[in-house]
């Protein structure tokens, strides 16, 4: 895929898209809802329109007075503009409804298509890209487009089309007054000249470093009690707090600018209607125009102040919703290669455990100038167990993603059993491997459809049979319709601890031979957390299991444990065998029991 002139980020984030490519899917979702879309337009229009009617009547009544014309006809017109009043009210109204309709479903189908895609990338690019920058599009950068359809985008199209039918009215009264009010068009055309440019790639730049702070959070909690125990606090908080100084000055940045703008604005506004109110003296000295085109012509001007402030003081919210939607959109242009493939090409034989050998392992990201492993070489015996332990940034979860056919490492080798993971599309690694880590989810609907998203032919009685080797036989056995029972968002609320009980029933009825667990009960209180080890060993009984712990009592269960260190296995052995040994794991194994 060729990247110019559409990503500002570096090659290890998303997508985003150019403003033209975000205008042509805005226009293509438009093509799709033609009658709504036209009635959009035609009730702005209309909305518009008879807002300046007024204005130019009254014009009327002022020429009607001067004339000595009879109170009918005064009447007459003074009914006219009430009836446009009220006929405009009901014409902005249905506007505002209409546009808020089709923002719904602009805004629902672009949600729904950047979690497709998202969901639809291989595991590597979403390692790759970071945790940070996914959630902040298919979240934050939701949130803000959401509000701006909601508020900013509608004041901004109905304000825009009301200065282009006010504009046209004083070119109505008058063409030499409509020049004198377009007189102020280049000092707008500058101030907008001079804020475009900047605006979009300054909170372009505001998202992108929103989405940082996200990930630096997410990294550092994902691996809290690591921390502690490496006494890293000091070094994640100024982490967090540097990525937030850089949010907070970028805010202050954006607020600065914006200020500047709307000074730019004024001037114009100034210009506008100084050139009106002399061109206008002029003409009614010379007798070129009537007393009632001469006063409407500075109302008609004033009435663009209401839009254009309008559209100054929601531009800034529009601004920032442009630039999320570019955000989204370039999600959904992302390469069509980072799909994942939809068949597996290997069948892993049931219930029967494969041995895991890493050689020589060597793996970095592609946006990193050092490796984040170095020559690493493990293996895990059939059936048996390996704890990956280490400080923050050593490398384990990166491991486990390759051991779990997440990415390609630049040399070396992950081997199930006999087949080299390099070989497999992901489609055909994921019938090998399961990957379990903390951020587990459970879909708002049934129970049941929940557990069959991993074995979508299982019966009614291998699920409560899952659910009983993951410790959750008992609670579910009490749920008001048991399987049918609706969880997620709008059904039954679940706790930590039971999101990752269904978790891992999903891990058990998946039957993989290899299991990868990613500090899968990272976020389960202290007691929470013992239960879900016990469910843990439990679902794992019988396969060969890598755990990435983040409680050292977990690595002890294991039959053996790696120390990995800056990339490096520095150490490796039993439980017993390391803390005898006196190393690192030994000095982390005494931090982790004096803070317990």
């Known amino acids: 895929m060729s990247t110019t002139g559409t990503r500002t980020e570096s090659p290890s984030a998303l997508r985003t898209a150019t403003g033209g490519e975000a205008t042509r899917w805005l226009a293509a979702h438009c093509r799709a809802v033609p009658w709504l879309t036209a009635a959009t337009l035609l009730t702005t229009v209309a909305g518009a329109a008879l807002q300046v009617l007024p204005v130019l009547l009254l014009g009327q009544v002022v020429d009607g007075v001067v004339d000595g014309e009879s109170r009918a006809v005064l009447v007459r017109v003074g009914a006219l503009m009430v009836a446009a009043a009220l006929l405009g009210a009901a014409a902005t109204a249905a506007s505002t409804y209409l546009i808020g309709r089709l923002g719904a479903g602009l805004l629902a189908t672009l949600r729904e298509g950047a979690v497709r895609a998202v969901l639809g990338m291989p595991s590597a690019r979403l390692e790759q890209v970071g945790r940070g920058d996914v959630l902040s599009r298919v979240g934050d950068d939701v949130a803000v487009l959401s509000r701006g359809i909601r508020s900013a985008i509608p004041t901004v199209f109905s304000a825009g089309v009301l200065v282009a039918i006010a504009t046209v009215g004083m070119f109505g009264l008058d063409w030499r007054l409509g020049l004198a009010g377009a007189g102020a068009l280049p000092a707008y ?10 605006s979009a790639p300054l909170y372009r730049k505001q998202r992108t470093a929103q989405a940082d702070r996200a990930q630096a959070l997410i990294s550092g909690l994902n691996g809290i009690d690591t921390v502690r125990a490496y006494r890293l606090e000091d070094a994640f908080r100024e982490k967090v707090d540097a ?6 000055d970028l805010g202050i940045e954006v607020f600065r600018f914006f200020g500047r703008f709307v000074g730019r604005e004024n001037r114009a506004e100034f210009i506008g209607l100084v050139l009106i109110l002399l061109v206008g003296y002029a003409l009614l000295e010379g007798d070129a125009a009537t007393l009632g085109e001469v006063s409407a012509a500075p109302l008609m001007f004033h009435r663009l102040f209401t839009p254009l402030g309008a559209i100054m003081f929601t531009f800034d919210e529009a601004q920032k919703s442009g630039a999320s939607l570019t955000r989204l959109v370039g999600v959904l242009g992302e390469d069509a290669e980072d799909r994942l493939v939809g068949d597996a090409s290997v069948t892993a034989a049931q219930d029967v455990p494969y041995p895991v050998t890493v050689r020589g392992l060597t793996f970095g990201y592609p946006d990193t100038d050092e490796p984040v492993l170095y020559d690493v070489s493990l293996t895990i015996p059939a059936g048996g167990s ?8 050593a490398g384990k979860s990166t491991l486990a993603a390759l051991i779990a056919g997440i990415g390609t490492p630049q040399s070396g080798s992950v081997r199930i059993g006999p087949t080299d993971l390099a070989d497999l599309d992901e489609a055909g690694a994921r019938a090998l491997v399961s ?5 587990t989810h459970v879909f708002s609907g049934p129970l049941a459809d929940d557990l069959r998203l991993a074995a979508p032919e299982a019966s009614d009685a291998e699920l409560l049979a899952a659910l009983r080797t993951a410790g959750a036989g008992e609670w579910v056995q009490g749920l008001p319709e048991g399987l049918r029972t609706a969880v997620g968002e709008g059904g039954e609320r679940l706790d930590v601890t039971k999101v990752a009980q269904i978790a891992l029933a999903r891990l058990v009825l998946a039957r993989s031979p290899v299991v ?3 500090e899968s009960t990272a976020e389960a209180g202290s007691e929470g957390a013992a239960e879900l080890e016990r469910a843990v060993l439990a679902a794992c009984a019988g396969r060969t299991t890598l755990f990435v712990a983040h409680r050292l009592t977990q690595a002890m269960a294991a039959d053996r444990i790696a120390v990995l260190d800056a990339g490096r296995v520095v150490e490796q052995g039993s439980h017993q065998e390391l ?5 690192r794991y030994a ?9 317990s």
């Open 516 to 518: 990868v667990l990613d």
């Open 435 to 439: 990957i379990l880590t903390q951020e």
């Open 189 to 198: 055309a500058l101030a907008l000249r001079w804020y475009l440019p900047r």
């Open 587 to 595: 000095r982390l194994w005494r931090a982790w029991r004096e803070g």
């Open 579 to 583: 803390v005898a040994l006196g190393g």
């Open 386 to 393: 390996l704890a990956l332990v280490g400080a923050t940034g």
């Open 243 to 248: 990525e937030s100084w850089r949010v907070r």
